[in-house]
């Protein structure tokens, strides 16, 4: 009976594993379409939506607590975050291999990821640096964006890693988050 019954636990962990699989290829497949409407590769509905997102002028009816700035590096990704529109955001600049500082604001923070040959890494805001600070990147719901496309970059490494996969890991963390409350 205690075979059986190790046997029937390992089913359910194959189980369980083989639903998060399917929710990751999902997440996948969704970034994947997103990323080509941005780019304009695929003519679909939801294009100009993205486009619209991804180089979005400055909202006056939402401002999220975030002022402009003069002295503000002029930037021709930018845009506000909303709509789970940053884990793509972090994709293009990763897919087209691009190196530079994408920043993030809010009201309560300010993070900066570090590219360099679309890679990620090194990340820092207030008190934190590295994976948690990416993880609370990616968890922003508001707040706006911009990319800058520099060289002179810290040399500081926080990050190791695939970049898609920290993304990846990032989403899954905020699902089981949402599950959990």
């Known amino acids: ?41 695929e003519p679909s509905r939801g294009t100009d939506h993205a486009r619209s997102i991804v180089a979005a002028t400055p909202d006056p009816t939402a401002s999220h607590g975030v002022q402009e700035s003069p002295d503000e590096p002029v930037s021709a990704l930018s845009g506000w975050i ?40 090194h990340a820092s805001t207030k008190g ?20 800058e496309e520099t060289d002179d970059l810290a040399e500081k490494k926080t990050i190791d890693g695939d970049t898609q996969f920290l993304i990846l890991e990032a989403l899954r963390q905020i699902d089981e988050d949402k599950k959990d409350t």
Not at 7 to 15: A, D, F, P
Not at 16 to 31: G, H, K, M, Y
Request: a negative charge; glycine letters at 8%.
């Open 128 to 147: 934190m640096d590295g994976q948690a600070a990416f993880f609370a990147a990616i968890a922003l719901e508001a707040g706006r964006f911009f990319f």
């Open 82 to 121: 909303r709509d789970g529109i940053l884990p793509d955001i972090i994709q293009l600049i990763s897919s087209n291999n691009k190196t530079g500082i994408l920043v993030l604001e809010n009201e309560q923070r300010r993070i900066e990821l570090y590219m360099r040959d679309g890679e990620l890494y």
């Open 1 to 41: 009976m205690g075979q059986d019954l190790l046997e029937e636990r390992l089913l359910g962990i194959c189980q369980q594993l083989d639903e998060r699989i399917a929710r990751i290829e999902s997440i996948i497949e969704q970034r994947a379409q997103m990323v080509e409407r941005i780019r304009g590769e």
